[in-house]
C-alpha cells in the first residue's frame, strides 16, 4: 500500500495551500498563484530554516528488524525523518523539495505526516553533507554525529561483519535518549548468526 502523501506539484495546485494575488483595480493583474515554498525561497536562507527545523521536529535513527535472508540474520536501516501535523505540510514538501530525495507518508502511529530519507546514497550524499555544513545547536548535533559514524561503516561494508554490526547497534542504542526500542540490544546480540 503507498503512504506517499501527494506530491509538491500536487500541492501546488490546491486552492487551499496555494493563493492568488490580484491588484486592485489601479494595478496590474498578478493573478498567478503562488506557494509558501516561494515565498519562503524570496525571504529566507532555506538552509538553515530547514537545519533549524531539523532542531525542533526531526530524527536521525537506526532501526533493527530481524531478516532470515540477511547476512547476520538481522537487517538494519539508518533513516533521517521530520515530523509535522498534515495541516503543516508544506514545510515537509519545502525540505522534500531542497534535498531533491526522500519521501513523504502519513505516520498513523502518531497521526502526523513524515518526510523520510532512508537510500544510504542520498543519507551520504545530501542529507550528511549539508548537516555538515550547517550544524544543529541542539543536542542532536551528538544524534547527527553518531549516526554520520554509523553510515561511514554501513559505507565501507564493515556492518556486514558481526563486530562491526555490534559496533552499529552500540551506537545506535547511545542515539535519541528519550526513544523506546522494541528489543533490548542484548536480545539482538544473542540473536546474530
Not at 52 to 74: M, R, S
Not at 164 to 175: H, K, T
Request: aromatic residues 10%; charged residues 30%.
Amino acid at each position: 500500500m503507498d503512504n506517499t502523501v501527494g506530491s509538491f506539484r500536487q500541492l501546488a495546485n490546491n486552492p487551499v495551500t496555494t493563493e492568488s494575488r490580484k491588484a486592485g483595480r489601479n494595478g496590474p493583474d498578478l493573478s498567478g498563484h503562488y506557494t509558501p515554498t516561494s515565498l519562503l525561497r524570496e525571504t529566507r536562507n532555506i538552509p538553515e530554516y530547514i537545519t533549524g527545523y531539523v532542531d525542533g521536529e526531526g530524527c536521525f535513527t537506526v532501526t533493527f528488524n530481524q531478516k532470515l535472508k540477511a547476512n547476520l540474520g538481522w537487517e538494519m536501516k539508518p533513516s533521517f525523518s521530520v515530523s509535522q501535523n498534515e495541516d503543516k505540510r508544506q514545510v515537509l514538501d519545502i525540505i522534500r523539495e531542497y534535498f531533491g530525495c526522500g519521501y513523504i507518508r502519513r505516520d498513523y502511529a502518531d497521526k502526523t505526516v513524515k518526510f523520510e530519507v532512508r537510500d544510504h546514497n542520498d543519507l551520504m550524499t545530501k542529507i550528511i553533507p549539508h548537516f555538515e555544513k550547517f550544524p544543529l545547536l541542539s543536542k542532536k548535533q551528538k544524534d547527527f554525529e553518531l549516526f554520520k559514524k554509523i553510515c561511514k561503516i554501513v559505507d565501507q561494508k564493515i556492518h556486514l561483519t558481526k563486530e562491526g554490526f555490534i559496533e552499529i547497534l552500540n551506537l545506535a542504542y547511545s542515539m535519541n535518549g528519550s526513544g523506546k526500542r522494541r528489543r533490548a540490544k542484548e536480545t539482538i546480540i544473542k540473536l546474530l548468526q
